[in-house]
């Protein structure tokens, strides 16, 4: 969820005498559900800035305040010799008085655990600059989301499902410009927040991510995303997401994020708009 | 249809033209003298920095400077005329690991750094150099 994005981090480390690890934009920062990308969009990367021989991780917490809602993730991801990457997020949803309105009670909080494999199959973002062919990874996501009674009352078909994606992305360095695209088979309402499936739809739907970053300086990138997401409760609607942010890589092991971004409407409360902070910390 | 003939038959002629016109990133990187100074702060950084020097150890730094130099330039579509081996065989059997060449080429950004390369341009000219990645990795 959330946006932002990043790319990675094109710090440099002169210092330590064993620091190696990964180039330039290699690993982005943490979707808001836990994978490797930007704050919205999945990218094909993997998590952490080791190499085919090494492994690495992340740890994030990312806060969104929109206008009726707040909504937090914190997790960990951690990535193994650049081919496999694991993740775990758990996401808290602040319905503060919204939920009052509701009738679920002021501050009512919906809570999701997301638990999620990306394995790279081809290409490599950053080396493959004389091919076309982008850094290609599937993935899939388990999540559960708690609040089962409410979720049912509201039309949710289920608590917990499996999202399944594609995802290619492409840094073109030459002109300092990363694109990713990521197609995502899912049921999830809300991200998940809101259950699985619905009265209005039962079924899988395919979603699109999308990020283009732009690499201002070797630490800063800005860009955009959008993130499509399926509406499959009668009781209310839902629509696209999408952000604008600034990442900001203090070194390979600090980055921060900040993105203004739209989430569409939530549970009949009007479209949500606010901002996206992130903070990433890893190895 | 006659219309679409006669601009394919321009931009022949211009991309013709163009391949004979110096390269731009050669000027950008500052031309021969840019180069050599890119090619001495990187071969500073190399022989001195922790993570890579061991690689360095048996190489003769007078040796490889002008061969580096050479290489670099024709990279960057300057009119030299490199020598030496091509990337793969002078990096054969040196067990050279993706970190190995992730340094190198941060170090490289650091000397352009130092040059004066605006960062840009520096992304230009790795963009050339990254897929020898293949050729250069072999553990």
């Given amino acids: ?47 952490g800035y080791e190499t085919r021989d090494e492994i690495g991780g992340n740890l994030h917490g990312t806060y969104v305040a929109v206008n009726n809602f707040g909504l937090g993730s914190v997790g960990a991801s951690a990535g193994f010799y650049d081919r496999l990457e694991l993740s775990y997020a758990h996401l808290w949803f602040d319905t503060r008085s919204a939920g009052g309105r509701l009738g679920l009670g002021d501050g009512y909080h919906f809570d999701l655990d997301a638990v999620g494999a ?63 695209a990521t197609v995502r088979a899912t049921k999830a309402n809300q991200f998940g927040i809101l259950g699985f499936g ?32 399926p509406d499959n409760l009668g009781f209310a609607r839902e629509g696209c997401a999408y952000d604008a942010f600034a990442a900001y890589f203090f070194s390979k092991h600090l980055s921060a994020t900040l993105a203004f971004l739209a989430l569409g409407p939530i549970a009949r409360q009007g479209d949500q708009n606010g901002l996206y902070l992130s903070l990433q910390a890893g190895f | 249809m006659q219309r679409g003939f ?59 400077q002008p061969r580096f130099t050479a290489y670099l330039c024709r990279v960057a579509g300057g009119p030299c005329i490199y020598k030496g081996h091509a990337m793969k065989r002078a990096h ?9 060449f992730n340094v190198v080429v941060e170090d490289l950004e650091t000397a352009m750094d130092r040059a004066g390369v605006p960062y840009h341009v520096q992304n230009r000219f790795l963009a050339r150099l990254a897929p020898l990645e293949r050729d250069i990795v072999t553990r």
């Fill in chain 1, 1 to 47: 969820m959330l946006c932002a994005a990043s790319m990675a981090g094109l710090s440099r480390h002169q210092a330590a005498a064993q620091e190696s690890g990964r180039l330039l934009a290699t690993e982005g920062v943490s979707e808001i559900d836990g994978a490797s990308g930007g704050g919205l969009a999945t990218w094909s990367l993997i998590s």
């Fill in chain 2, 6 to 64: 006669l601009l394919a038959a321009f931009l022949l002629i211009a991309s013709c033209a163009g391949a004979t016109a110096t390269d731009p990133l050669f000027s950008q990187l500052g031309g021969e003298s840019g180069i050599a100074r890119i090619a001495s702060n990187a071969l500073d950084i190399y022989f001195s920095d922790p993570r890579v020097a061991q690689n360095f150890d048996n190489i003769n730094r007078d040796f490889l």
């Fill in chain 1, 198 to 229: 619905g009265d209005h739809n039962r079924a899988y739907s395919a979603q699109f991510e999308g990020s283009a970053a732009y690499l201002l300086t070797r630490s800063l990138a800005v860009g955009a995303e959008v993130r499509t997401k």
């Fill in chain 2, 92 to 100: 054969k059997g040196l067990a050279i690991t993706e970190a190995n």
């Fill in chain 1, 118 to 180: 990306k394995l790279r199959l081809v290409g490599d973002a950053v080396y493959d600059q004389d091919s076309w062919l982008p850094e290609l990874s599937v993935g899939t996501q388990f999540k559960a989301a708690d609040s089962h009674a409410i979720l049912k009352a509201i039309g949710a078909a289920g608590p917990d499902g499996v999202d399944f994606y594609f995802a290619a992305t492409k840094l073109f360095l030459a002109e300092s410009l990363l694109v990713s």
